[in-house]
């Protein structure tokens, strides 16, 4: 059970902006770490300092207390799952999985017999048996996944990394893989950092989330804090399906004003602010119901159990979710109120959160 | 397979026809005696003419000149060169895919152009100062003078051939290798070169038809002991007629080597190795 930590680790390549820039955090021992961004937000680079094929320009990544900074890639024992899973195409997906055992970094230590074990124990375990004599042109993407999955976990690294892993997987197999890495990390307990663009990964499967963003670390916590405390809006907009809604707002010392209702929330120094709502914590009626405000339905789309609804408000653009089939065709008019427990308060200037919404 | 038309059938039936042809000439013209080649054409052995072992008694008795010895020389030296630029033009063409130089005003492009320019000008523009170089350094009608020539000559075309097979492996898959525990050297050896074999074969196999087929560097750098065949085919032309039944014989054995070369490469080219490994 291996901790890592990351301090102050920064990476610039020639470009105008650094690709990470002073980022932090620590992942105890076999934690399940998340890294969630968009693409370009620096995932892969981080990934890549860690693994040692990039070298950081600032900053010491250690792993349980011994630094990195001079061990070469080969003897890190960090195993990394690639997002185009890069197997071995000229060998058999045995062959695959035995090439990190047969490595010479671990000359000597396993018997033959004991990595054909280790391969078959591994195999079993991702469920791909029935493939080992294959080549890897012979696979499909998601068994691709799994040999590259295996020929990570087959020697039991220090750390594993997952850039990536299931992005490219259709929708359902993706909900399969992704509850299966969660089984396979508990069952083997390795510290894991796993970089993904879907936040819903995160919310599933992280100790720790590292909302990661232009080469920003913009929270570092776990994933009820960075859902239910944003600490800026960064963090509020990337976590969180259908979005979060971000009005344009203003402070004053007595409460906050959006879409022209007052609230008794986030009070403080008079100036703009950003007020966000998550869809559903918004009230939508088809009726007038007190402290609501009138809009007007723009679009209504379905999700099976619920539908999001896009209300016009003002000219705002707010997104609510309402039991499924409640009657919001495009046009006809609807009343949203905004509970004041629930409004998220960020200062408009700096992105920073003034207030969270209360968790009931 | 697939069962082809008609049509189409008739028409590689003609084309191979047309193909073979000038070897089959050749063939029976090594059997041919001189009254056989001169007076009109003889097409089929054992009814035109009577067929005779003569050339091949010449080649390999006493008359032959060392016909041997200049065969041996065109095997080594087509082989080892093309070995050697293979070898060093991988690693060049490596280089040049996987790393970024920065050499005064020159980056990886201009330098591929350098090493490529050096195959733009004909051969006999520098082979005569190819010339007076050997003469200086000794080099003149020596072995190793002119594999060191093939080398040269061939390293151009296999460091621009092998650049492309090596930018077509996907980084992370040698990534992936350092990440499993193995070295840089080792790296090449169990990933990158069985990745671009398809890439060394045929640089190999174009490099060795480029050595085996070179008249004019053997022409100005040799003139006994490391002449190779396609000089000494030449001078079985300089007697008062061309000795046809000879020429044809040493032709034929001529396209020996380079018809193994092809045969045992050809498996190599043809393997699709890259596939599979990527999503």
């Known amino acids: 059970m291996e901790t890592l930590t990351v ?11 650094p690709a990470i820039a002073d980022l932090s955090f620590t992942l105890g021992g076999g934690e399940f770490g998340v890294v969630v961004g968009p693409s370009g937000a620096g995932k892969t680079t981080l990934l890549n300092m860690i693994a040692g094929l990039v070298s950081p320009d600032t900053g010491e990544i250690t792993l349980n207390g011994g630094s990195l900074a001079a061990v070469v890639p080969e003897r890190r024992d960090i195993a990394m799952v690639f997002e185009n899973y890069a197997l071995y195409p000229h060998l058999s997906v045995r062959r695959n999985l035995e090439f990190p055992l047969r490595a010479p970094v671990r000359r000597g230590q396993l018997s033959r017999s004991q990595i054909a074990a280790r391969v078959a124990e591994v195999a079993e375990t991702l469920r791909i048996p029935h493939l080992l004599d294959r080549l890897p042109s012979q696979l499909s993407g998601g068994q691709r996944q799994r040999v590259s999955l295996g020929r990570a976990l087959v020697r039991r690294p220090r750390l594993l990394l997952l850039d990536e892993p299931i992005t490219h997987l259709d929708a359902k197999l993706r909900h399969e893989m992704r509850t299966e890495l969660k089984r396979i ?27 990661l963003d232009a080469g920003r670390a913009w929270q570092v916590g776990s994933a009820a804090d960075v859902y239910e405390r944003p600490a800026n809006v960064t963090v509020a907009r990337t976590l969180g399906d259908p979005r979060i809604n971000l009005l344009q707002g203003r402070r004053d010392a007595t409460g906050v004003t959006v879409l022209g209702q007052r609230f008794d929330a986030g009070q403080g120094p008079p100036g703009p602010v950003t007020v966000g709502i998550r869809p559903g914590d918004v009230e939508l009626s088809t009726q007038p119901v007190l402290g609501a405000v009138a809009g007007r339905v723009l679009l209504s789309q379905t999700l099976g159990y619920q539908d999001v609804v896009y209300v016009d408000v003002a000219g705002a653009t707010v997104r609510a979710t309402a039991p499924a089939g409640i009657a919001a065709r495009p046009g006809s008019p609807a009343w949203v109120r905004l509970p004041a427990a629930r409004l998220h308060v960020f200062e408009t200037a700096t992105g920073r959160a003034l207030r969270h919404r209360e968790v009931v | 397979m697939r069962t082809a038309g008609w049509g189409r059938r008739a028409v590689l039936f003609v084309w191979v026809l047309f193909a073979l042809f000038p070897v089959y000439w050749t063939l029976i013209t090594a059997f041919k005696q001189q009254v056989d080649i001169y007076d009109g054409p003889r097409f089929i052995p054992f009814v035109d003419f009577e067929p005779t072992l003569q050339a091949w008694r010449t080649l390999f008795g006493d008359g032959g000149g060392d016909f041997l010895g200049k065969f041996a020389n065109s095997v080594v030296f087509s082989g080892v060169s093309s070995l050697l630029a293979v070898i060093l033009g991988g690693f060049a063409a490596y280089g040049l895919a996987r790393y970024r130089y920065k050499y005064g005003p020159y980056r990886n492009d201009d330098l591929s152009f350098l090493i490529v320019s050096q195959r733009i000008m004909p051969p006999i523009v520098s082979v005569l100062a190819l010339y007076v170089v050997f003469v200086n350094l000794r080099l003149l009608d020596t072995a190793f003078g002119m594999i060191l020539a093939y080398t040269a000559m061939n390293l151009p075309l296999t460091v621009y051939l092998l650049r492309t097979f090596f930018e077509a492996i996907p980084v992370e898959v040698e990534h992936a290798a350092a990440l499993d525990g193995y070295p840089q050297w080792q790296r090449l050896l169990r990933v990158v070169f069985p990745l671009a074999a398809p890439g060394l ?79």
């Open chain 1, 7 to 17: 301090t102050g680790v920064s990476k610039t390549f020639g470009g105008p902006r």
């Open chain 2, 201 to 279: 074969a045929a640089a190999f196999l174009l490099s060795f038809f480029f050595a085996w087929n070179d008249f004019l560097f053997s022409l100005m750098l040799t003139f006994n002991d490391a002449q190779t065949l396609p000089l000494y085919i030449t001078s079985l032309n300089a007697q008062s007629q061309p000795l046809w039944w000879l020429i044809s014989a040493v032709g034929l054995v001529a396209l020996v080597p380079p018809a193994i070369v092809t045969v045992v490469l050809d498996r190599f080219m043809a393997r699709q190795v890259l596939i599979g490994g990527m999503r």
């Open chain 1, 185 to 211: 990390q508990r069952e083997l307990g390795v510290t894991t950092l796993y970089a993904t663009p879907d936040q819903s990964d995160a919310l599933a499967l992280a100790d720790l989330v590292v909302v």
